[in-house]
């Protein structure tokens, strides 16, 4: 269950296959490890949250579709969630700090293959990013988890 590490200017995020109730322990203290402090939830529930939460780790339930885009009332959560503080909504917090669409998605896959499928690469080829995590004194050193 070795995460893959996603580092960005102020940005740092841990991509991790979801775990089950039987390695959400194991899974529990690799976030820790990282420091992590928010966990989005985005594929379907297979693990009980109560083990991260005594452990100080906010859990987000944010499912979409597996291979689909984001809807955009999870994309208006994860940048309010980014600005207190899984592949293609990292992507698109790299695009609101102003890295170009083709950059986040090599970087990405440059460090987790078979990240980010073709519809999910059109949909971020059109996204416009709204500059809602450039400078402003915003600080996202914390980790975020898929």
Known sequence: MEPVVIEYMD??????DRPTDGTIKTFTTELKKHGVKDLVRVCETTYKTDIPEMNGIRVYDWQFCDGSP??????????KLLKTRSPVLVAIALIEKGMQYEDAVTLIR????GA???RQLDYLEHYRS???LKSRNITCKQCIVM
């Open 130 to 132: 709204k500059s809602r």
């Open 11 to 16: 940005m740092k995020f841990l991509i991790m």
């Open 116 to 118: 980010i499928n073709a």
């Open 70 to 79: 984001p809807p955009a009332n999870i994309v208006e959560a994860w940048i």
């Open 110 to 113: 440059s460090k987790k293959s």
